[in-house]
């Protein structure tokens, strides 16, 4: 079993930054790579951005050249540097493996892009 533990959301205006921490403990060799998801109110949990054991990242295009996903191998650690942020990256941003997600996703942490 592998948890996951996020942390660093907030409310910011539109154009501001966050950084997203997330830490994973447990059975951690079961996964390879992590990522970044998030839900909206009323919309369907969606891949933000995944980062693989060898480096490679993947985007949604809507987030690409504002949302960089890096990771610290040594503490099972995630990030995600989030900028010029809009209203409409507001949602409840969790993370998990990648590309296979695990069953268990941990309490997510809450971002509210608003002025």
């Known amino acids: 079993q592998v948890q996951f533990v996020e942390s660093g959301g907030g409310l910011v205006q539109p154009g501001g930054s966050l950084r997203l921490s997330c830490a994973a403990s447990g059975n951690i060799f079961s996964i390879s790579g992590m990522g970044w998801y998030r839900q909206a109110p009323g919309k369907q949990r969606e891949l933000v951005a995944g980062?693989?054991?060898?480096?490679?990242?993947n985007y949604v295009d809507s987030v690409k050249g504002r949302f960089t996903i890096s990771r610290d191998a040594a503490r099972n650690t995630v990030y995600l540097q989030m900028n010029s942020l809009k209203p409409e990256d507001t949602a409840l941003y969790y993370c998990n493996a990648f590309p296979i997600k695990v069953p268990a996703w941990g309490q997510g942490t809450q971002v509210t892009v608003s002025s």
């Open positions: 980062i693989r054991s060898s480096g490679r990242t």
